[in-house]
T-cell receptor, first 114, second 110 residues
């Protein structure tokens, strides 16, 4: 089936540094999402993105977070500067269209902030 | 307040038994429901979707939807240890956003 790829699978950085998480969505998908999940807890929506713009973001999407997809390349989540509470698994998801279309998830990037 | 409520939070079912999970939306604009399954350390994978009133069966899995009450349920018969996972319910209206429940943690005891 369609695959969403995420790079890297793990990232360890020091608090205060910048990190960029990369997502390669399914090729004909138009809607892109980032989610945050702390181990054993529920998945929490961060942001969705369509046609080069943020459509909606949650309270978890702090000012230190930004997303972009320059020229149809990777869909990225940048955190600058990072904080200890940013440690989590970040899932990227994509969807061809809205309404009844399924959302496909990438395998996640485990981010550890020391 | 969570717009998609799932119950129970956790459920232990003996191997071979029936697991029943519930999900209700408080958003009357919702038209579409999905059930995703997430094994520990993995990403969520879509299990079943349901958009019309009634029932849909795929193998050991059955979903029901009552659009009037915006309630969906997932039933797993002949539960296997490999069914142990976090089950997530998602709902959407005719827009780009999926609203996720907090999940039901299902444990199948051999």
């Amino acid at each position: 089936g369609p695959k969403v790829l995420q790079i890297p699978s793990h990232q360890i950085i020091d608090m205060g540094q910048m990190v960029t998480l990369n997502c390669d969505p399914v090729s004909n998908h138009l809607y892109f999402y980032w989610y945050k999940q702390i181990l054993g807890q529920q998945m929490e929506f961060l942001v969705n993105f369509y046609n080069g713009k943020v459509m909606e973001k949650s309270k978890l999407f702090k000012d230190q977070f930004s997303v972009e997809r320059p020229d149809g390349s990777y869909f990225t989540l940048k955190i600058q500067p990072t904080a200890l509470e940013d440690s989590a698994v970040y899932f990227c998801a994509s969807r061809r269209d809205w309404g009844g279309d399924e959302q496909y998830f990438g395998p996640g990037t485990r981010l550890t902030v020391l | 307040q969570q717009k998609v409520q799932q119950s129970p939070e956790s459920l232990i079912v003996p191997e071979g038994g029936m697991a029943s999970l519930n999900c209700t939306s408080s958003d009357r604009n919702v038209d579409y429901f999905w059930w995703y399954r997430q094994h520990s350390g993995k990403s969520p994978k879509m299990l079943m979707s349901i958009f019309s009133n009634g029932e849909k069966e795929e193998g050991r899995f059955t979903v029901h939807l009552n659009k009037a009450s915006l309630h969906t349920s997932l039933h797993i018969r002949d539960s296997q240890p490999s069914d142990s996972a976090l089950y997530l319910c998602a709902a959407s209206s005719s827009n780009y956003q999926l609203i996720w429940g907090s999940g039901t943690k299902l444990i199948i005891k051999p």
